[in-house]
């Protein structure tokens, strides 16, 4: 699913936002089949972005509560557990 995302460079919304959105869609949809997010340097590879881009998208999604990090072993897609009442 994520490499199936492509971002925008002509826009005025900002790289990071753009994949953010997309991000955050797929994780709010169990679209993603892995509860790890790709590493910083091989999504900015192959979305042909800087290293930057995917560090402010993926603390941007850390402050947002969908996901967290584990220092060394990378970005995590935090459970959300539906409550049925």
């Known amino acids: ?35 790890k997010l790709p590493s910083i340097r091989s999504l900015a590879k192959s979305l042909a972005v800087n290293n930057i881009t995917i560090i402010n998208t993926y603390k941007l999604l850390e402050k947002e509560g969908y996901v967290y990090s584990v220092e060394g072993s990378g970005t995590y897609i935090k459970k959300v557990e539906n409550d049925i009442t």
Request: negative net charge.
């Open 1 to 35: 699913m994520i490499k199936d995302i492509t971002l925008d460079k002509t826009l005025d919304t900002p790289l990071y936002v753009q994949l953010y959105e997309n991000l955050k869609f797929l994780i709010v949809e169990n679209k993603l089949e892995d509860e």
